[in-house]
């Protein structure tokens, strides 16, 4: 069975940093291009940041360039998100999430496995 568990949320201060982390299991991540989602209570789930299934390429969503970086290590069947100057507009349920396929998507529908979500708090 396919399964992605996400670690590494918590309460943090503005322009604090995290390190969110999802670990596969079942399978074996290099077949597939990652990406990380969020929501925030009554807003619709919304696109981070993406990695292909190789690791070359990396895409952003425009509110966290320059602030996020993802990242993967296919050995160890992991991926993270490292958050930096991080702003109470970023609280939300983040998500990772798997699509079998060489090419990074923003489609929340393409991606077929799904973590169930780590709580960051971004509060003074």
């Known amino acids: 069975q396919l399964q992605l568990v996400e670690s590494g949320g918590d309460l943090v201060q503005p322009g604090g940093s995290l390190r969110l982390s999802c670990a596969a299991s079942?399978?074996?991540?290099?077949?597939?291009?990652i990406g990380w989602f969020r929501q925030a209570p009554g807003k619709e789930r919304e696109g981070v940041s993406c990695i292909t299934r190789s690791g070359g390429t990396s895409h952003y969503a425009d509110f966290v360039k320059g602030r996020f970086a993802i990242s993967r290590d296919n050995a160890k069947n992991s991926v993270w998100l490292e958050m930096r100057f991080l702003k109470p507009e970023d609280t939300a349920v983040y998500y990772c999430a798997a699509v079998k396929s060489s090419a990074c998507t923003w489609e929340i529908q393409d991606f077929g496995s799904w973590g169930q979500g780590t709580q960051v708090t971004v509060s003074s």
């Open positions: 079942g399978f074996t991540l290099d077949s597939y291009s």
